[in-house]
């Protein structure tokens, strides 16, 4: 987890960069300023990005109800409170 958590503040500036420089074309990666805005496609591929934003967030509410669902109506009897930890330590 740690590992995952640092690549990912590492790489986090690189992929900001290249998001920033350049721009996915029909005829591939090109530089930022070499494209013609009245040609540019980043408002279509804009919306598809938001599409599969939506359609993941469905998926994480609907996986988080489920686990809702699933989890036992009551407590086993050893969980205890934080009120009762805090008296159990202080006797």
């Known amino acids: 987890m740690t590992l995952v958590l640092l690549l990912g503040v590492i790489g986090f500036p690189f992929a900001l960069f290249f998001a920033w420089a350049f721009e996915l074309t029909p005829e591939g990666l090109k530089r930022e300023h070499e494209v013609d805005r009245s040609q540019s496609i980043t408002h279509h591929t804009g919306r598809k990005v938001d599409f599969a934003n939506i359609g993941l967030l469905v998926v994480a509410i609907a ?3 489920s686990m809702i669902d699933a989890a036992p109506a009551e ?15 202080q006797q």
């Open 75 to 89: 407590l086993p009897a050893d969980v205890y409170t934080v009120e009762e930890s805090v008296q159990k330590a």
């Open 63 to 65: 996986a988080c109800f």
